[in-house]
């Protein structure tokens, strides 16, 4: 028996967690450590960042190509957050599941509580140690200007209050630790009984 990987169905994760606080870092060492474990790669109308490829970070759309995705039905949820869209592909999940993968879903609040009502899934919300740390994370990156920042610790307020709706919390202070408490879920969540 492996450690991951028994499973004929996948296993839908949420992740949920406010900008800045290692969430992508988090599940790219999933993926990386676990070939069953995919990130889904969500679709949005959001111009790139420096370094980010379109099909590996985001597809990135026009708004108009993301409203006619909308319109023909292929979004599992889609929210627009800071006057960009992100959508997760309905038939994409559908793929990866009926070969075993096991899919994190990295979605915001708004969007977590949508699909707790459409599928089954296990929530996990990562919380920074505090709004200051998180405040100097977002800043280190450089990638916003100040405006953006704020709005961003405007929302990270709102999305700490909806942690209790989720199955797990991963204060990520230190991310080897949190990795590890993640990566602990995971394994547990393929090997649960009931």
């Known amino acids: 028996m492996k450690l991951l990987g028994n499973l004929k169905q996948g296993?839908?994760?949420?992740?949920?967690?406010?900008?800045?606080t290692g969430k992508?870092?988090?599940?790219?060492?999933l993926v990386t450590e676990f070939p069953v474990v995919?990130?889904?790669v969500s679709y949005t109308t959001r111009a790139p960042?420096?370094?980010?490829?379109?099909?590996?970070?985001?597809?990135?759309v026009t708004e108009a190509d993301f409203l006619a995705?909308?319109?023909k039905g292929e979004f599992l949820e889609y929210v627009q957050l800071y006057g960009d869209y992100y959508g997760t592909s309905q038939l994409w999940l559908e793929e990866q599941l009926a070969h075993g993968k096991h899919v994190f879903l990295v979605i915001d609040t708004q969007g977590a509580k949508l699909l707790k009502e459409k599928i089954n899934a296990i929530h996990i919300f990562v919380s920074p140690p505090s709004l200051e740390v998180l405040e100097k994370r977002l800043q280190s990156r450089k990638t916003e200007p100040e405006s953006v920042i704020q709005k961003r610790l405007d929302w990270a307020k709102q999305e700490m209050l909806a942690k209790n709706a989720?199955?797990?919390?991963?204060?990520?202070?230190?991310?080897?630790?949190?990795?590890?408490?993640?990566?602990?879920?995971?394994i547990a969540e393929e090997h649960r009984i009931g």
């Open 24 to 29: 992508t870092t988090l599940v790219q060492k």
């Open 69 to 71: 995705r909308i319109a």
């Open 49 to 60: 960042r420096t370094g980010e490829i379109n099909g590996s970070h985001y597809h990135f």
């Open 166 to 186: 989720y199955d797990y919390l991963i204060i990520n202070d230190d991310l080897d630790t949190a990795y590890q408490v993640l990566r602990s879920i995971v």
């Open 11 to 20: 296993l839908v994760f949420i992740l949920s967690a406010p900008a800045g």
């Open 38 to 40: 995919v990130a889904n």
